[in-house]
């Protein structure tokens, strides 16, 4: 790709570093000396163009932005996957990439202290946006508790084990972590079930269960299994944010909306403002690129929210959303990816 001609940012890979056999965390550097702010949490959507065809693969971002880190991310091979293979097996450092952008609401909450403790729960590489999250409490909250459920096959398949192992040390009483280990004789103690994580939460908890909130990040069963005995062990819905790296396994259910009708969209970007028709079925974000504008996206399928804006003017009905909570729709955030104008124009920022 050139970039004289791509709207895309690009980065140079600074360093590479192996973290296990077939794990690997790069640090970037933007190549225009203007790097893109990040949340602790956030994701990087890499555009990739292989035979003249674009393609899109998100990487959590590793490195903690409170603690001024060079932004990094850690990829984990998949064997017969097309681009982590290329980032695994061929990428070193000087190599240039292009982004679509960071994103991502697998963040902090802004005030930290509306929670008491944090329970994350990881499995494999689930680790690469919840460990920033971690360092970050620890550093900047000291009245956290926090907690790390971590699965993985066996200790020396465990992503930042070490890393993990010191922040215990150094925390003590403020980070405890527990290492499961699908491979481990003890059975009971191996794998998240709905057996295990009651017992689990009732040895790490110490405060009100409306206290807490939870991090989930992992292959889909497994996340589907603890956030099921998560809502079953009484955590509200509401205090559990999760992140789904692999969006595309199950297909949308996509519903229509009462009113199909031509609507102005007008989109506030930060360095300008444009309008554009939006004709059903398109989305929002359809109609953006039919005319010219790029918004950031991956998934297209309402589950990581890296299409989202805020309506400010106007309404704005989604045809599928898993990853918006109700506080976030009560801010007025939106996804363009499945957002459709109803009732008038609308006006978005991004
Ligand atoms: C928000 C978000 C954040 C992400 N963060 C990270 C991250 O920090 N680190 C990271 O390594 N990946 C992350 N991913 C996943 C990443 O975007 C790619 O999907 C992954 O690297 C596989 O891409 P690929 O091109 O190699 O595989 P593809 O060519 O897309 O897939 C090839 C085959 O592998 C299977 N496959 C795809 N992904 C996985 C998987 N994760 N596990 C097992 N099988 C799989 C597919 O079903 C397919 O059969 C994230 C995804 C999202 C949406
Ligand atoms: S692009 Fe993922 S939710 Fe819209």
């Known amino acids: 790709m050139n970039s004289s001609n791509t709207p895309y940012k690009r980065v140079i890979i600074t360093s590479r570093k192996e973290e296990l056999p077939g794990v690997v965390t790069f640090t970037l550097a933007f190549a225009d000396g203007r790097p893109i702010p990040y949340r602790s949490g956030n994701f990087i959507t890499f555009i990739f163009t292989m035979k003249g065809v674009e393609d899109r693969r998100s990487y959590s971002i590793s490195s903690t932005s409170e603690l001024n880190e060079p932004i990094s991310f850690t990829v984990k091979r998949i064997d017969n996957g097309c681009y982590s293979r290329i980032l695994y097996d061929q990428t070193k450092v000087g190599d240039v990439f292009f982004i679509a952008g960071v994103t991502g609401r697998f963040t902090l909450p802004v005030n930290t202290k509306k929670f008491q403790q944090y329970f994350f729960f990881a499995a494999g590489i689930g680790i690469g946006p919840v460990f920033p999250l971690i360092k970050s409490l620890l550093a900047k909250d000291e009245n956290a508790f926090v907690t790390l459920i971590y699965s993985n096959r066996w200790q020396g398949s465990t992503i930042f084990y070490d890393e993990l192992v010191r922040l215990a040390a150094t925390y003590g009483n403020r980070f405890q972590v527990e290492f499961l280990y699908s491979s481990s004789k003890n059975l009971e103690r191996a794998r998240i079930s709905k057996a295990l994580l009651p017992v689990l939460m009732r040895e790490y908890v110490r405060v009100p269960k409306s206290s807490i909130l939870a991090y989930v990040c992992g292959p889909y069963n497994y996340m589907r299994m603890t956030i099921l005995s998560l809502e079953e062990y009484g955590i509200d819905e509401s205090n559990i944010r999760k ?13 229509e909306p ?24 398109d989305s929002i974000l359809e109609a953006a690129r039919k005319n ?44 363009t990816c499945s957002g459709h104008p109803i009732e008038g124009d609308v006006t978005i920022e991004i």
């Open 258 to 281: 009462k009113d199909q009708k031509t609507y102005t969209v007008h989109l506030k970007l930060h360095d300008r403002e444009v309008s554009f028709l939006c004709h059903y079925p």
């Open 292 to 335: 010219g504008v790029l918004i950031p996206f991956s998934c297209e399928s309402g589950r990581c929210a890296s299409c989202a804006g805020r309506c400010v003017n106007g309404k704005v009905w989604m045809a599928f959303n898993e990853v918006l909570l109700d506080s976030d729709l009560e801010e007025g955030i939106v996804l």
């Open 243 to 255: 992140e789904n790296f692999r969006p595309f396994e199950r297909p949308v259910i996509k519903t």
